[in-house]
């Protein structure tokens, strides 16, 4: 089952990312893009903040939690690193 980390545009109060797991990757993303699905997903549609899948890990609900612990989508998040390192 993929994990997956949506990057957004620009933060939305605390958040910046998007971290879940799915057994269909393509259908979840299209519930995102939707605003369905998970209700802080809607709350991004609803805002106008566009997003990007930044990342994709092979696991499922263990390795999603295991990222989550980590409580940073930042330190995850190979666009965030990369806007680090140009600035």
């Known amino acids: 089952m993929p994990v ?3 990057h957004f545009e620009r933060r939305y109060q605390h958040a910046g ?3 879940s797991s799915t057994h269909d990757l393509a259908a979840r993303l299209a519930q995102h893009r939707a605003g369905t699905g998970a209700r802080w ?3 991004i549609a609803q ?3 566009a ?3 930044a990342r994709v890990w092979d696991g499922g609900r263990d390795v999603e939690m295991q990222l989550k ?3 940073s989508g930042v330190r995850l998040c ?3 690193r990369r806007e680090a390192v140009r600035s």
């Open 78 to 80: 190979p666009l965030c």
């Open 47 to 49: 805002a106008g903040i």
């Open 41 to 43: 997903m809607e709350v």
């Open 4 to 6: 997956y980390l949506l």
């Open 69 to 71: 612990r980590w409580h």
């Open 51 to 53: 997003w990007t899948v």
């Open 17 to 19: 990312h998007y971290l």
